[in-house]
T-cell receptor
Framework: GESVGLHLPTLSVQEGDNSIINCAYSNSASDYFIWYKQESGKGPQFIIDIRSNMDKRQGQRVTVLLNKTVKHLSLQIAATQPGDSAVYFCAERGKTSYDKVIFGPGTSLSVIP | DSGVTQTPKHLITATGQRVTLRCSPRSGDLSVYWYQQSLDQGLQFLIHYYNGEERAKGNILERFSAQQFPDLHSELNLSSLELGDSALYFC???????????FGQGTRLTVV
């Protein structure tokens, strides 16, 4: 079936280090990509998005990189903090809002104090 | 607080029953999305409404239906419930149809 990403992996990083969370997407026609953070017991929270006409976009302490050649998306978190501990999801969508949104299985990030 | 309100927060019901989940989007948002999150299926997109009209449909069962009302709130109706329908149901909203969305806290549905 359709899928974005791999089986749920776990990433552990030391507080203060940079984190890199990866996501592979399957649909080469996907045009819009979003990263979400989900803390335990809460709904997903929008972090950053990127469209296919860009290969990099920066936010506050986060950077998303898009490599369309290999259909790969990554989220970099600078100076990871304990509050960054959560499950991170990538999501993809086609060129229009008439396309459905597909979420990856998520990556669990654990920050070691 | 994302500004998206979902009610109820928890719902326990029996198999075969019908329930309605309600979502109030952020003020001014025209798009409403519904998602189902279960342990074995992850986050599954169900349906997207924009300003009252269905915009995209995902893995939504025929037993499920949704609508967005003129005041932009939305309801997700789940009927003939099965044990496998137990999950977290999230609503999300965005200002435009093409933006990343802001999620509510979810409704946890337990079918017994």
């Amino acid at each position: 079936g359709e899928s974005v990403g791999l089986h749920l992996p776990t990433l552990s990083v030391q507080e203060g280090d940079n984190s890199i969370i990866n996501c592979a997407y399957s649909n080469s026609a996907s045009d819009y990509f979003i990263w979400y953070k989900q803390e335990s017991g809460k709904g997903p929270q929008f972090i950053i998005d990127i469209r296919s006409n860009m290969d990099k976009r920066q936010g506050q302490r986060v950077t998303v990189l898009l490599n369309k050649t290999v259909k790969h998306l990554s989220l970099q978190i600078a100076a990871t903090q304990p509050g960054d501990s959560a499950v991170y999801f990538c999501a993809e969508r086609g060129k229009t809002s008439y396309d459905k949104v597909i979420f990856g299985p998520g990556t669990s990030l654990s920050v070691i104090p | 607080d994302s500004g998206v309100t979902q009610t109820p927060k928890h719902l326990i019901t029996a198999t075969g029953q019908r329930v309605t989940l309600r979502c109030s989007p952020r003020s001014g948002d025209l798009s409403v999305y519904w998602y189902q999150q279960s342990l074995d299926q992850g986050l599954q997109f169900l349906i997207h409404y924009y300003n009252g009209e269905e915009r995209a449909k995902g893995n939504i069962l025929e037993r499920f239906s949704a609508q967005q009302f003129p005041d932009l709130h939305s309801e997700l109706n789940l009927s003939s419930l099965e044990l496998g329908d137990s999950a977290l149901y999230f609503c999300a909203s965005s200002a435009r149809a093409s933006d990343g969305a802001f999620f509510g806290q979810g409704t946890r549905l337990t079918v017994v």
